[in-house]
């Protein structure tokens, strides 16, 4: 099994939808949690970390369940410079980081 | 202030010859990673630095992969005797993590180093 799985997509929605990623972990003991993004071709950047209580910046929400072992990501008012992929990021033991494969938006006009 | 750097940015060379891939993390970052990304794939971890512990070289597929940290800042990737299995892009990521703050765990990557092995 997996250390990070996520849905590889693609999400295809409209400009100004709302839209949502989950990405689930295998490590119960896992403590820290983010979403990077990458464009094509480019290098993933941080996008937020994941806290607990949840946390939003902007048009963005995350989330964190520990008890089924889920994060989610949720993107209000989708623009079209929203399409990348979206990476779930999970801190597992000893300082290793595991990424999810990615989620793929395509946010058309 | 200035990212995480990598060169070279595209490397292309024959099988059997070896590569050096560099990276310069962010200033008083402590913790270093290396990853490789192929075509269509996530990111595989390949070795961990933090500051002067032994790195977690778990990660590494082969012995032909080497890496080292000097001085607690630059780092050189070696692959040696290159096979086309190992063309892939090199990503370097660089934390505080160690230090105090809010944040310590969040990882900035470079731009990578494409290698191409033919």
């Known amino acids: 099994r997996k250390e990070v799985e996520q849905d590889p997509g693609p999400f295809n929605v409209p400009e100004g939808a709302t839209v949502a990623f989950n990405c689930t972990y295998s490590?119960?003991?896992?403590?820290?949690f983010f979403w990077y993004r990458q464009d094509c071709r480019k290098e993933p950047k941080l996008l937020m970390s994941v806290y607990s209580s949840g946390n939003e910046d902007g048009r963005f929400t995350a989330q964190l369940n520990r008890a089924s072992q889920y994060i989610s990501l949720l993107i209000r008012d989708s623009k079209l410079s929203d399409s990348a992929t979206y990476l779930c990021?999970?801190?597992?033991?000893?300082?290793?980081?595991?990424f999810g494969s990615g989620t793929k938006l395509n946010v058309k006009p | 202030g200035a990212g995480v750097s990598q060169s070279p940015s595209n490397k292309v060379t024959e099988k059997g010859k070896d590569v050096e891939l560099r990276c310069d993390p962010i200033s008083g970052h402590t913790a270093l990673y290396w990853y490789r990304q192929s075509l269509g794939q996530g990111l595989e971890f390949l070795i961990y630095?933090?500051?002067?512990?032994?790195?977690?070289k778990s990660g590494l597929p082969s012995d032909r992969f080497s890496a080292e940290r000097t001085g607690g800042s630059v780092s050189t990737l070696t692959i040696q005797r290159t096979q086309q299995e190992d063309s892939a892009v090199y990503l370097c990521?660089?934390?505080?993590?160690?230090?105090?703050?809010?944040?310590?765990?969040?990882?900035?990557f470079g731009p990578g180093t494409r290698l191409t092995v033919t």
């Open positions: 630095f933090q500051g002067n512990s032994a790195p977690d």
């Open positions: 490590n119960s003991a896992s403590q820290s």
């Open positions: 990521a660089s934390s505080l993590q160690g230090a105090y703050g809010p944040a310590p765990y969040e990882q900035y």
């Open positions: 990021v999970v801190k597992g033991n000893f300082n290793k980081f595991y």
